[in-house]
């Protein structure tokens, strides 16, 4: 089987729920490798629960080709230019930043018969 190696950036509204869905794919080749988080919400608390190592973008980067793909769910273009920014200083060409609609994606291939929430404008990439 596949690992698939991801980090999840923002554990709001709509972090949590994807978190929720990437545990319970822990058997079919997902490893969390580190979560971000700012604030303290019920997304970082289910991370801390299911003893998934937290920190911030900066602990992520260091992950280095660790981590496969950056789920970036925070909504926030300053934060997705930030991880090209941090990921390009470190030289790290393997790993990739996937934005909200990649996870929208995701989960309709999924067939969950949910929606993630729609909290967020369309950001692009």
């Not at 979560?35 to 019920?42: E, G, R």
């Not at 973008?57 to 090209?84: H, K, M, N, Y």
């Not at 990921?87 to 996937?98: E, K, P, S, W």
């Amino acid at each position: 089987m596949t690992e698939h190696n991801i980090a999840i950036v923002g554990l709001g509204r709509v972090g949590t729920v994807f978190l929720q869905r990437m545990l319970a794919r822990r058997e079919e080749g997902v490893n969390i490798v580190r979560v971000a988080q700012l604030s303290k919400t019920d997304g970082l608390k289910m991370a801390e629960e299911a003893g998934l190592p937290t920190g911030t973008i900066d602990d992520i980067v260091a992950e280095g080709s660790g981590v496969d793909v950056i789920f970036d769910l925070t909504g926030s273009p300053d934060v997705r230019q930030q991880l090209r920014e941090k990921l390009a200083a470190a030289g790290n060409r393997h790993t990739v930043i996937a934005p909200e609609s990649i996870a929208r994606l995701m989960w309709t291939l999924m067939e969950t018969g949910e929606d993630l929430p729609e909290v967020h404008a369309a950001g692009g990439y």
